[in-house]
């Protein structure tokens, strides 16, 4: 795998619009997708998947849309989409391939959906698993390749899927915004039958690819009084709310040479977080992470974002990076940044040699190129005398309360500000002529206890996440068993469960989680503890 001239995108299906621009080899690239109205209100994800994937000179892409009348189609749309994509480099125009891979992926993922648990406060939950069992999972698609090498423009499609192709002189060609009759379903057993067109890339200039929720507009491109890379037709169909959206529009440039963003060679691993420096014109940059020579889109940052933090996931691995513009070729693949899960981590107490809860990780935001040695020094130094300054005035509000209240009080306790640095507990001894002093350690939440001569106070010091009741509950009852993981976008409970081996009822069940497609980005969850 030629790592270098690879880029790979997923979107999230988060809800929110979500809209970007990519220039590759001869491709300008425009792509969207946003949840309807009614999955923004009760938080749930689009039942829309859209992905891409550019290697040896082709590009492939896929638009999966779930049919919102059946159970769990968004997770289906998703993990169809992500199968098709894998299969499309090998198709070649044979669609029988691209027939037989989404037949096979029926009865997986159905088996993965059956597992997922239906929702407490679901309103007819037995009508749920009813359609579950009966029904499924449905999902509209289509896929296919810009492929300079053969010199083919191809489309696969099932169901009412959109779309439109134009000549060299914008003259729409070729178009479709009509039902096939065909769907892919995890509970049907008939064989598909895919429709296609195939054309020759020297007569096609432009095409564009969109699920059914572009309706009312999809009128205007066909009269060419607008065209899919609109971004005020897109926001309007978001504001609108009626469907998921999402959809992709493809530019064929004529052949010459054109500029490339540089690779980035000074990438570095240090204190936690992926390092790289700048590179001008870039506007966003891309983070891939390869297992097995497996390579995956893992984030995004915008261009004022020089570093990503390394979830502490302790799966060994290496890291990439991409320089992503709409105005120049993106970067080559930066060289690989190798992971090892033995090295201690931010999120990792090098001592003890085992993984800590993992706190709010705040991403540097400076003028230069960071971190320098010195630099780090500096915010840490910062970091030590605020919170020694705090411990001391703890230490002397302890002292007043026991002068005031006098020696017959047996406790009490006293809270401070959280931060987001763990510190093992340490005990202090106290003798009758010495003030028990706690150790001056960055600490999250400290407890003091203030006890009769005759006993031995304990000074704790704990991690203070995003963490609710529910799952506070999980850690004490189920001691280390679990740790504490940041989502990052594009992350799910079924990915999740295979990485760290276990169910996603598992995982559902130790988050007080009632149905996975609440998972959020930013949120912190709770995963097993791999054992070394």
């Not at 994800?45 to 550019?54: A, C, V």
């Not at 049907?188 to 895919?194: H, N």
């Amino acid at each position: 795998m030629r790592k270098g001239g690879i880029t790979r995108f997923f979107s999230s299906q988060d809800g929110k619009l979500s809209i970007g621009t990519e220039k590759l080899p001869r491709l300008n690239l425009f792509y969207f997708d946003g949840a309807s109205l009614e999955a923004r209100q009760r938080q749930q994800l689009s039942d829309d998947f859209l992905s891409f994937l550019y290697k040896d000179e082709s590009l492939f892409f896929v638009v999966c849309d779930g049919v919102g009348e059946t159970t769990d189609a968004g997770i289906a749309a998703r993990m169809l989409g992500k199968s098709l994509l894998d299969i499309l480099p090998t198709a070649l125009g044979r669609k029988k391939i691209v027939e037989s891979s989404a037949e096979r992926m029926r009865s997986i993922i159905d088996e993965e959906i059956s597992r997922i648990p239906i929702q407490s406060n679901d309103e007819a939950p037995h009508f749920h698993l009813r359609a579950r069992k009966e029904i499924g999972a449905q999902v509209k698609f289509a896929c296919g390749v810009v492929d300079f090498k053969r010199g083919k423009v191809e489309i696969y499609w099932a169901g009412d899927i959109r779309f439109v192709i134009y000549d060299k002189n914008l003259t729409i060609i070729e178009h479709w915004q009509s039902d096939n009759n065909q769907f892919w379903s995890t509970k049907s057993d008939y064989s598909l039958d895919l429709d296609i067109i195939s054309l020759d890339i020297k007569d096609v200039s432009r095409l564009s690819l969109t699920s059914d929720g572009i309706r009312e507009e999809f009128a205007k491109i066909l009269t060419k009084d607008a065209y899919l890379n609109d971004v005020n037709l897109v926001k309007h169909r978001y504001e609108d709310g009626v469907d998921d959206i999402s959809g992709i529009d493809i530019r064929i440039l004529p052949y010459e040479k054109e500029s490339q963003l540089p690779q980035i060679n000074d990438a570095e691993l240090i204190d936690g977080y992926l390092n790289w420096t700048p590179v001008l014109g870039a506007e966003k940059y891309r983070i891939y992470f390869s297992v097995n020579d497996k390579i995956q889109e893992v984030a995004e940052n915008v261009a004022k974002e020089r570093s990503f933090a390394i979830p502490n996931d302790n799966i060994a691995g290496e890291y990439y990076i991409q320089a992503i513009s709409s105005k120049k070729i993106s970067s080559n693949l930066s060289n690989p940044v190798h992971y090892d899960s033995s090295f201690p981590t931010q999120n990792q107490n090098p001592i003890r040699g085992e993984m800590e809860p993992k706190p709010i990780l705040v991403k540097p935001d400076l003028k230069q190129p960071m971190p320098f040695p010195e630099i780090q020094l500096n915010r840490y130094w910062k970091r030590f005398a605020i919170i020694f300054s705090i411990l001391l005035l703890l230490l002397v509000g302890i002292k007043i309360l026991k002068n005031i209240l006098g020696p017959s009080v047996s406790t009490i306790v006293v809270d401070t500000p959280t931060s987001s640095v763990h510190i093992p507990s340490r005990t202090v001894n106290k003798t009758p002529s010495v003030s028990p002093t706690p150790t001056v350690t960055p600490s999250a939440t400290l407890t003091g206890t203030l006890l009769t001569p005759s006993e031995t106070p304990n000074y704790t010091a704990t991690i203070e996440v995003a963490l609710d009741t529910c799952q506070r509950r999980t850690m004490i009852d189920e001691p280390g068993k679990w740790e504490i993981y940041q989502v990052h976008i594009g992350d799910s409970f079924f990915g999740l469960a295979l990485t760290y081996n276990t169910t996603v009822e598992e995982l559902l069940r130790a988050n007080c989680y009632q149905e996975p497609n609440d998972l959020n980005a930013e949120k912190y969850i709770l995963i097993p503890v791999i054992k070394k």
